[in-house]
């Protein structure tokens, strides 16, 4: 069985670009969480979908975005990106039911120049 | 507000010992807890859970206990191996909500 995969791997962007990151979830599962991980702040929630609908969302700027597929894949979108916004970005896959596992992708490796 | 908390940044234990890592949370709505290991640059490592109902649940070498009305949980790892040395997070969730709230982990060393 696939596990959640996460593309690009890793990636460089400039200061005031875009960027769409991507995730596969485990096949079956229809909930897609996003988190980030910086050295300072730790993994922080960014938001969930679920059966294509946002179902929480964490404490971060409207620039930060999702949307999630009728085939349960996900893709963020950060804009007008800071030099802040480098991180690692985690995708995670769930069943969506409460007290299941929850599984985590590699990761996007972004960095902000 | 940090709402889970790992208060050891770092620990060192020999090979074949005990490994025990502690978690604390504040948040009573909490129901279900996970462990999660994680190298650097790659995404973190589902361990074991255990829900808010039960005191102990136990995987190989790994268990874990949650104390409720301490509002404690800890993983022991036994017996530890060199390939046990990475970060540990514990991480929370309010039922019926996906959204993990994760401590600030602990680095665990084993020492051969």
Redesign the interface.
Same mark, same amino acid.
């Given at each position: 069985k696939a596990g959640?995969t996460?593309t690009p791997r890793y990636l460089i962007k400039t200061r005031g670009q875009q960027v769409t990151l991507s995730c596969s979830p485990i096949s079956g599962h229809r909930?897609v969480?996003w988190?980030q991980q910086t050295p300072g702040q730790?993994?922080?929630?960014l938001f969930?979908y679920?059966s294509e609908t946002q179902?929480?969302k964490?404490n971060f700027p409207g620039r930060f975005s999702g949307r999630q597929f009728s085939n349960s894949r996900s893709e963020m979108n950060v804009s007008t990106l800071e030099l802040g916004d480098s991180a690692?970005y985690?995708c995670?896959s769930?069943p969506?039911n409460?007290?299941n596992?929850?599984?985590?992708?590699?990761?996007s490796?972004l960095t902000v120049v | 507000d940090q709402q889970v908390k790992q208060n050891s940044p770092s620990l060192s234990v020999q090979e074949g010992r005990i490994s025990i890592l502690n978690c604390d949370y504040t948040n009573s709505m909490f129901d279900?807890f996970?462990w999660?290991k994680k190298y650097p640059?790659? &995404?973190?490592?589902?361990l074991i859970?255990i829900?808010s109902i039960k005191d102990k649940n136990e995987d190989g070498r790994f268990t874990v206990f949650l104390n409720k009305s301490a509002k404690h949980l800890s993983l022991h790892i036994v017996p530890s191996q060199p390939g046990d040395s990475a970060v540990y997070?514990c991480?929370a969730?309010v039922? &019926?909500?996906?959204?993990?709230?994760?401590?600030?982990?602990t680095r665990l060393t084993i020492i051969p």
């Open positions: 959640v996460q909930s969480s988190y730790g993994l922080q929630f969930e679920f179902r929480n964490g690692l985690l995670a769930s969506g409460s007290g596992t929850i599984y985590f992708g590699e990761g490796w | 279900y996970l999660y640059a790659e &995404g973190p490592t589902f859970s829900s997070f991480a969730i039922g &019926g909500n996906e959204k993990l709230t994760f401590g600030t982990g």
